[in-house]
């Protein structure tokens, strides 16, 4: 029922690449009643205390899942978005390079952290989120995507820094 709201775009936004298009699913409440609920149950079950957006796709799914399990949300930004002092890390992502930013202070001593995308692809931006929010102190329990593109490495690329953090897909092609 996800899957099929999800749109392949060939060549976006470079040639060669198929770009999932996640607005046919955000523009069926049903479907994305159905993905917010297993994300909040992904976010019960690993004892998260914070729910982590990657900007900008996950921030449009992060935000409901933290208000479904009665949990902070911590917006993780592009760089220069952010007013306060952060911690910045850059990566590699399927189709380009970016520095992602995070509060320094977005945790308390504590904090269990689910990280959640839209897509997981090479997993550079999911690297990245994972090393931002160990430098503030806090403890990454698992990053829940609506897509991973298995063919891309992703999980296995987060294993190597990252061995026991569970990645979990709603989808995988
Ligand atoms: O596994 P990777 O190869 O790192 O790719 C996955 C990331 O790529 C997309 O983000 P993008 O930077 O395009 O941001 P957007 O949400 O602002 O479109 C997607 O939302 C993931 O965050
Ligand atoms: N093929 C893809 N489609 C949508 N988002 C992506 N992020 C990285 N690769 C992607």
């Known amino acids: ?11 976006y936004p470079k040639p060669g690449i198929v770009f999932k298009d996640i607005t046919p699913l955000l523009a069926d409440p049903a479907a994305f009643r159905v993905m917010t609920g297993e994300f909040a149950r992904q976010a019960r079950e690993s004892g998260a205390t914070k729910v982590v957006g990657l900007e900008a796709r996950g921030f449009i799914l992060a935000a409901p899942v933290a208000v479904a399990a009665q949990i902070g949300f911590i917006p993780v930004r592009k760089a220069g978005k ?7 890390v850059s990566y590699a992502l399927e189709y380009g390079e970016a520095t992602l930013e995070i509060h320094r202070d977005s945790f308390v001593p504590g904090d ?8 997981l692809a090479t997993g550079g931006t999911a690297a990245a989120a994972v090393e931002a929010i160990r430098r503030c102190g806090a403890e990454p329990v698992g990053l829940s995507v609506l897509m991973e593109l298995g063919f891309l490495g992703g999980r296995g690329r987060l ?3 990252s061995p026991s953090l569970p990645v979990t897909a709603l989808l995988t092609v």
């Open 112 to 119: 269990r952290v689910l990280i959640v995308d839209d897509v």
């Open 82 to 88: 952010l007013p306060g002092a952060v911690h910045a």
């Open 1 to 11: 029922m996800l899957g099929s709201r999800i749109r392949d775009v060939p060549d």
């Open 159 to 161: 294993a190597l820094d």
